[in-house]
């Protein structure tokens, strides 16, 4: 199997005993902090819990309550609890350190006591999609601990914890791997987004057993939010340039002390140019609200400096502010090149050609069980003559390369409503249990 195939080779196994009813679940995951991608993956399963159990409550525990709470008219909790952001860093004596310890033990022992008032009486803990199993950007205290804390809290609330098309990795301390395994452990169902993450998973010591790969969440957008309507028809195809706040693979700058972040961007630049210069209109795309929107003025600023900052309105830089805004550029686009996840996923949903600047080993196993690895290519380092040749050729096979999107996108439709209905029973029928895979 290659390492992006999605398929149905390792089937859940059947529970001893279904429950009778769900009537509560509880959604958990890095959502309203303006990551559009992991927006996605929520909006696509409260859709399609609302279609298969539309009197179910739903809940949820995020990085953004305030926003999720609004937006779907839910319960919201926050993830974590709050820092001390008025405490000071640095040295600090040792009556100091004892109020701050006990201070921030009280307001952590506060959160746990508001969790589980929460999650009591909930059907289901479930954690839909995104790349939570991880560290490399938190350490063990983050998102590790997190996960660890709430599925924890769940087991004790009596509550499943069912852990859904989730990516992984990289994960690098011990205790973080060891928190990662144990929230595993205590999930009744597990499924990976690629067979990538499965693998990775194993390779840190868990038994993933029987656990099944399927697509990421968000091929199961409901079709009312995914416009059928044709690619657009002008006079030179609309090329949407996505950007990313890509820093090189730690963040840091090389031994050399050469930048990746600027480097990015002036290849981008250069692309951009090249673009403009064979009159093809360039729409400015992001993926990720907070941390994209100063990567796109950078590139704008650095295209203004090259005098191409307007060139007669074919630079379109429209603002981009919810899913929505994101879908509706993305229609009016024939061709995508970005270094954001779901900017791909979605612009696939749409039977867009892609090309993908990839950072991360998603990137890699999505484009290869897509069969498109050749529009595949790396960010560090980027060759722009070999970006433009792959442009190129995207554009003679645009009307083929439509057409697998299409069927591969069907294909992964289907495999999530599988997936769907083993975990909720088909569409208004009664929930059915996961099956609990005992391997772990």
């Not at 098309?165 to 929230?183: F, Q, T």
């Not at 442009?391 to 697998?404: H, M, N």
Request: hydrophobic share 35%.
């Amino acid at each position: 199997m290659n390492d992006g195939e999605h398929a149905l080779t390792h089937p859940p196994r059947p529970r001893e005993k279904q429950p009778a009813e769900v009537k509560k679940i509880v959604f958990f995951g890095l959502f309203g902090q303006q990551n559009l991608g992991n927006d996605c993956s929520l909006h696509a399963i409260i859709e399609q819990t609302r279609i298969r159990l539309p009197n179910v409550e739903t809940g949820c525990v995020c990085t953004g309550p305030e926003e999720i709470g609004a937006r779907y008219g839910i319960p919201a909790f926050p993830m974590y609890a709050k820092p001390d952001k008025g405490r000071k860093r640095g040295k600090e004596s040792p009556i100091g350190f004892l109020i701050g310890f006990a201070v921030r033990a009280w307001r952590e022992w506060s959160h746990g006591v508001g969790a589980w008032k929460f999650l009591k009486g909930s059907d289901m803990f479930i954690v839909p999609g995104t790349g939570l199993l991880v560290d490399h950007t938190t350490g063990y205290r983050g998102y590790p601990f997190y996960l660890f804390k709430w599925s924890l809290i769940a087991r004790w609330c009596g509550c499943r914890s069912l852990i859904i098309s989730i990516g992984a990795g990289p994960i690098d301390h011990p205790l973080s791997r060891w928190l990662i395994k144990s929230a595993l452990s205590w999930a009744s169902y597990r499924s990976y987004r690629d067979d990538f993450s499965r693998r990775y998973i194993e390779s840190i010591g868990f038994k993933t057993g029987g656990d099944p790969v399927y697509p990421d969440l968000a091929f199961s957008l409901p079709k009312s939010l995914i416009s059928e309507q044709r690619h657009p028809q002008g006079p030179r195809p609309v090329i949407g340039v996505g950007v990313v706040d890509h820093s090189g693979p730690r963040g840091q700058l090389t031994s050399c002390g050469h930048d990746p972040y600027r480097d990015y961007l002036n290849k981008s630049a250069t692309f951009i140019a090249w673009l403009l210069e064979h009159d093809y209109p360039v729409r400015m795309l992001l993926g990720d609200i907070k941390y994209d929107s100063r990567v796109k003025q950078d590139l704008i600023e650095l295209l203004g400096k090259q005098g191409l900052n307007d060139c007669e309105g074919r630079i379109i830089n429209e603002k981009i502010a919810s899913l929505e805004d994101l879908i509706s550029q993305l229609e009016r686009i024939d061709i995508v090149i970005s270094p954001r996840f779901h900017n791909i996923i979605l612009a696939l949903m749409l039977s867009k050609p892609v090309i993908v600047l990839s950072h991360h080993y998603k990137f890699d196993s999505l484009m290869d069980a897509l069969d498109l690895a050749d529009y595949c290519l790396a960010i560090d380092g980027l060759d722009v003559n070999r970006l433009t040749e792959r442009f190129v050729e995207a554009v003679k096979d645009s009307e083929a390369l439509r057409t697998s999107i299409k069927g591969k996108c069907e294909e992964y439709r289907r495999a999530l409503d599988h997936q769907y209905d083993l975990i909720f029973g088909e569409p208004g029928g009664p929930a059915r249990g996961p099956s609990r895979d005992v391997s772990g």
